[in-house]
């Protein structure tokens, strides 16, 4: 379907059309799409190319598409002297995409977190486009280069301090998990919080010796998901283990990811929080694993059973596509759900009907109720971004980001067609859950209080202790349930 005769098209490029005709996928099409508003043509080249087609014009008012070849990459563009970096753009990735007007002076270079819903799944194409052209609109002398794709490996630490070198991005939105690690390795700056003010969850989370290295975005927590309003009612493991066992055989089953490197440790540390309290946290850092807080676990995920199966432990849910999880649920394949608020957004996506009646509280991992919120957040390349300007950049653009204009529009998924579900993403802001949209919402109104007594999930767990922790844990869950996968499996928490 696509002209590999002509690479570099002027006016709209398949992609362009296939997103007129509201066909699937329409931004899986990897193509490098620059539009040119100014009054002049611009003069671009792909950077670190061998093509003969690398040079070429984009004419004033009007778009060039690059098409990117089979197994290729196109990583940097320079057009008149500004010159990107890290765009991954690829075939059967996101285009790329870069307005030039005229007046910019400078680049940004900017990594957004890609591991949120979207429909189809990774289709961020509206949503980086409306980033793109917010921020340039107030900043006309800077050309943003927004990059939202779960190719940029950010859970890979060798690959964050690559990220974050003198040729990797000036502003990358993260897992808090990875400050210390950072800030230790001096590859971010100490930033300021200018903009709306964060839960405090979230600004514990970004500090490191006392100095705040990030500007906090999001928020996440564990939900468990059922149709019955009767759930409000539990507080603790244990009564929610008698709850269950109350329910119809072909209700008890619970869908959720309970495996991976990842995902088991931080899971072990809940259990031990709400066993011991958060002021004992760290002592859940200490290996052998608290056989108590493993029983716990233990007693959630062997729920998943089904007959010799167990598809919640043995790597199934942890590699499937996302929404798939949910989708067991939704379908009334199995009678909870564990995940994060953002994991609504699919269950009413496959079952509209019943979304008002949707009910949630925070998984009842021990007894105690402590939750605790993992975070995601904006930090500054120290190196890249070191000028006095880049420095300026990145502010005003943390501001917007975290602002809750643009968290409306990215929580309430303003980006997809009309008629699909809010992401619910929980926003690391304050001002954000004032406004009345989201006070009458079905989803946020049942977490507001979690949001404001959460505690913060630690940002020091390094990776050599993760890879133990994950590995010693599981051993010792699989001695109960002997499906469990205790491969290194890696991603997001």
């Not at 975005?217 to 283990?241: A, E, N, R, T, V």
């Not at 072909?250 to 990842?262: E, P, V, Y």
């Not at 496959?350 to 949707?358: G, I, Q, V």
């Amino acid at each position: 379907m696509r002209s590999h005769g002509a690479p570099v098209r002027q006016g709209a490029g398949l992609c362009a059309l296939m997103g007129m005709l509201a066909l699937p996928h329409a931004a899986l099409c990897g193509d490098l799409v620059i539009r040119n508003t100014g009054a002049a043509d611009a003069q671009c080249h792909i950077v670190d190319s061998g093509r003969a087609d690398a040079v070429f014009t984009v004419k004033a008012q009007d778009t060039a598409h690059v098409g990117v070849p089979a197994g290729g990459m196109i990583n940097s563009v320079e057009c008149n002297g500004l010159k990107t970096r890290e765009m991954h753009i690829t075939p059967k990735g996101m285009d790329g995409y870069v307005v030039l007007n005229g007046r910019q002076k400078r680049v940004l270079n900017v990594s957004l977190y890609p591991f949120i819903p979207s429909l189809p799944n990774g289709n961020f194409q509206t949503l980086v486009q409306h980033v793109i052209t917010t921020y340039q609109d107030s900043n006309p002398d800077v050309l943003l280069n927004a990059v939202m794709s779960e190719d940029v490996d950010i859970y890979n630490p060798a690959r964050l301090l690559q990220l974050l070198s003198g040729r990797g991005y000036d502003v990358v939105e993260l897992d808090t998990l990875y400050i210390e690690f950072l800030a230790a390795h001096k590859r971010i700056a100490p930033v300021r919080i200018s903009g709306d003010a964060p839960w405090q969850p979230g600004h514990d989370a970004v500090l490191y010796h006392g100095v705040t290295y990030a500007v906090p975005s999001w928020l996440c927590l564990d939900f468990l998901y059922s149709y019955s309003p009767d759930i409000k009612d539990i507080h603790g493991l244990d009564q929610f283990m008698s709850y269950l066992n109350r329910e119809p055989a072909g209700k008890r089953h619970i869908s959720a990811d309970f495996s991976g490197t990842t995902r088991l440790p931080s899971l072990y540390i809940d259990g031990y929080v709400q066993r011991y309290g958060y002021d004992h946290i760290r002592d859940a850092f200490r290996m052998p694993p608290d056989p108590q807080v493993v029983n716990s676990l233990m007693r959630l995920a062997i729920t998943c059973t089904d007959g010799k199966e167990n598809h919640c432990v043995d790597g199934t849910l942890s590699r499937a596509a996302d929404g798939d999880v949910d989708r067991i649920f939704a379908e009334g394949k199995s009678g909870f759900d564990i995940g994060f608020s953002e994991q609504s957004f699919y269950i009413n996506l496959f079952n509209p009907t019943h979304a008002a009646s949707l009910a949630m509280i925070p998984v009842p991992w021990g007894e105690n109720g402590q939750t605790m919120l993992y975070s995601d957040a904006f930090v500054t390349n120290r190196t890249s971004c070191s000028s006095a300007s880049c420095q300026a950049d990145s502010t005003a653009f943390t501001t917007m980001m975290t602002g809750k204009e643009i968290k409306t529009y990215i929580a309430f998924s303003q980006d997809l067609p009309q008629g699909t579900p809010a992401r619910h993403l929980l926003v690391g802001t304050r001002p954000f859950w004032d406004q009345q949209q989201v006070r009458d919402d079905p989803v946020y109104s049942q977490v507001r209080t979690v949001i404001e007594t959460g505690q913060a999930f630690p940002h020091d767990l390094n990776e050599s202790l993760r890879d133990r922790m994950a590995r010693d844990v599981c051993l010792m869950l699989r001695k109960d349930i002997p499906q469990y996968d205790c491969d290194m499996t890696k991603g997001p928490m």
